[in-house]
């Protein structure tokens, strides 16, 4: 299977030159929209990387293709015979250009055999992250969380939002033009409870006392009742 980088490594050709070279004129432009700059490495870049790079170019040393990995900053930015994946010091020279926009099969990544050629929108996705920086992160499972700011709600999400959970989905909800469903009956919370924490349906003796529980806390009571049964987590 060809690889990102051949050796020795074959230069640009003058078509490629010139298909790299209006690519990155019209992404210099489009840099000038802050979406550009706001895309997120985990969230945009790394599930395209993954399914369509890192099976020759990831760490996994024994299938990895001309010593190249795209799976972290070090190696997309390591020069090879004077070509980098990712140029810092001259982004629009960056070789992943070049190759996810390459109409010659030879040379174009993935390559045909790979048989997952990238979508136009994921060729603009990562010509766009290479322009503007090309700039990795670490898995979202190891960053440290930050404590985000509740966000300000309008009058009637906030008397919907119960607690700090609710502050962001009600947020996030109105973002999205959704208006919240209406509260379920209370048989019908104790029955989705019920069976989320212990796979099992409430009895009549349970629903009559939790329907009768007029007490500000009579659900988070129930919760607790629930967490504290032999049958939770079954």
């Given amino acids: 299977m060809p690889s990102f980088f051949v050796s020795p490594f074959i230069p640009l050709n003058f078509r ?3 298909e790299a070279t209006v690519l990155v004129g019209a992404l210099a432009v489009g840099l000038a929209n802050p979406e550009a700059a706001g895309i997120d490495f985990n969230r ?19 299938k990895r293709k001309a010593d190249l990995r795209l799976d972290t900053r070090e190696g997309a930015t390591q020069s090879r015979d004077g070509v980098q994946a990712v140029d810092p010091a001259d982004l629009a020279k960056s070789e992943l250009l070049a190759r996810i926009t390459a109409t010659d099969p030879d040379t174009r990544m993935p390559p045909p055999e790979a048989n997952s050629r990238l979508a136009p929108q994921q060729v603009k996705l990562l010509s766009e992250w290479v322009m503007a920086g ?37 947020a996030r909800q109105a973002e999205a033009g959704v208006v919240p469903s209406p509260q379920a009956p ?27 529980d007029t007490s500000p806390d009579a659900f988070e009571k129930v919760v607790d009742g629930l967490l504290q049964s032999p049958h939770y987590g079954e």
């Fill in 44 to 62: 945009d870049i790394r599930p395209v990387l993954s399914e369509n790079c890192f099976q020759c170019h990831g760490p996994d040393a024994a």
């Fill in 134 to 170: 090309g700039v990795y992160d670490r898995h979202w499972a190891f960053n440290k969380p930050v404590r985000q700011p509740p966000p300000s709600l309008a009058a009637d999400r906030s008397a919907w939002a119960k607690n700090a959970v609710d502050v962001f989905v009600a």
């Fill in 186 to 212: 209370k048989a019908t919370l104790l029955r989705r409870v019920s069976l989320d924490l212990t796979g099992l349906p409430p009895s009549p003796a349970q629903i009559a006392a939790f329907v009768a």
């Fill in 16 to 18: 490629r030159l010139t």
